[in-house]
């Protein structure tokens, strides 16, 4: 059973910054495959950033490139910094997991990953 907790979200204002983690309870984390995904109200989930097994590869969005760093430095932990914000980035921001996806070439499908977090919100105000 893979358990995500996502936190650090919270309101900031546009051009600022803000950090969200995942903490992943499982023995075998450096077996997964991590994903940032994030859903405004009345759209789909969309894929914001992916990290790879080792922690050297990663994957974004276009809107976010140059914006966002996704992270796994330390074990059972993943990071996605959030710097220069927009109000379009306002969103629940949800972290997932998945033992099957491969490092190369990774997914950015969110049916693709098994494991889930409850969500953070994150609001940017203009």
């Known amino acids: 059973q893979v358990q995500l907790v996502e936190s650090g979200g919270g309101l900031v204002q546009a051009g600022g910054s803000l950090r969200v983690s995942c903490e992943v309870s499982?023995?075998?984390?450096?077996?997964?495959?991590m994903g940032w995904f994030r859903q405004a109200p009345g759209k789909e989930r969309e894929f914001v950033a992916a990290?790879?097994?080792?922690?050297?590869?990663t994957y974004y969005e276009d809107s976010v490139k140059g914006r966002f760093t996704i992270s796994r430095p330390y074990m059972n932990t993943v990071y996605l910094q959030m710097n220069r914000l927009k109000p379009e980035d306002t969103a629940v921001y949800y972290c997932a997991a998945d033992y099957s996806i491969q490092d190369l070439p990774g997914s950015k499908d969110y049916t693709d990953y098994a494991n889930w977090g409850q969500g953070t919100q994150v609001t940017v105000s203009s």
């Open positions: 499982v023995r075998t984390f450096s077996r997964y495959f």
């Open positions: 990290i790879d097994r080792s922690g050297a590869t």
